[in-house]
Structure formats: C-alpha cells, structure tokens
C-alpha cells in the first residue's frame, strides 16, 4: 500500500476511537484506553506495526521515574522526524520524562488525535489550543513509522 493511504488509514483509524473514555492502561475502542495503548492499537490494528504490549505499568511512572519508556517503545518503532504528516506520531514530555503522545492528523495547524486523561476521553485537539500542551516550557518530539521504514529499506 502506497504510503499515503496507510497515513490516511491510520489518521482514519485513530478517529474512530475518539470519544472512547479515558482509562489507564486499557485498550478497548468505546470502553477504554490511554495514550499509549491508543498508539500501540492503531498501529498494530492497521497491520503496520508487529503485535506487542508494552504493559504493565503504573499510571504515574513518569512522576517518580526518569526511565524513558514511553519514548522507548516509540523509539523501537519510529524514528524521530523535524516536520511531523498525518500519521505521524507527537509524544510530549508530562513530569521527569516523555510520557503522552498522539497521533497527528494535520501538520498545519498541528492537530492530533490523543487519550487525554483532563478530557477523561479521546479527542482530537489542535496544539495551539490546548494551553497545557503547548506551554512554550512544555517539550514534544514527532515520530514517524514511514522514516523507520524508509531507514530499513534504503
């Protein structure tokens, strides 16, 4: 499948579990799920990603840990990108390390899809909108499961 359409598919899937309730550590659209099971479900649930979960782990890790275990399952899946597409991943720095991320469904304005636990539900949030998350203090990174790919084939 040409690269644009699994960027579409995988925009298209990270909207349908907008509105699923916010709940950590879960995975179920319409039921529950968090940010990072949210990304690990789309992703494996579109057939671009290998099957895995990074579970378990306790919904405030990143206040007591500096481990970065977030970004490192990120990071075993994507490679870090300057200018984030559609599908593309953002990952924020919440406490001591990197601990929420979305999925991006437009560059510009930067909007993405994420399990946002103050909205207690998936929602589709501009970034510029979004005072907590776009606090010039606040640190975000993008991803890209297509720059991996390209790395690997090239």
């Known amino acids: 499948m ?10 298209a899937e990270a909207r349908r579990w907008i509105g699923t309730p916010y709940h950590s550590c879960a995975d179920i659209r319409g039921a529950g799920v968090d940010c990072g099971m949210l990304l690990v479900r789309v992703f494996v649930d579109t057939g671009l990603t ?19 275990r977030y970004l490192g399952f990120v990071r075993d899946h994507c490679k870090e990108v300057e200018v984030p597409g559609p599908g593309d991943i953002i990952v924020f720095r919440y406490g001591r390390c990197y601990a929420h991320g979305g999925i991006v469904t437009c560059g510009d304005p930067l909007t993405f899809v994420h399990a ?33 790919e390209r ?4």
């Open 2 to 11: 040409p690269e644009a359409e699994e960027r579409a598919l995988v925009v």
């Open 50 to 68: 290998p099957p895995f979960d990074p579970r378990p782990y306790p919904p405030d890790w990143h206040l007591h840990r500096s481990e970065e």
């Open 116 to 148: 946002y636990s103050p909205a207690r539900a998936v929602i589709e949030d501009r970034l510029s909108q979004n005072p907590q998350l776009d606090q010039a203090r606040r640190q975000h990174r993008f991803f890209s499961h297509w720059a991996q």
């Open 151 to 154: 790395e690997v084939s090239a």
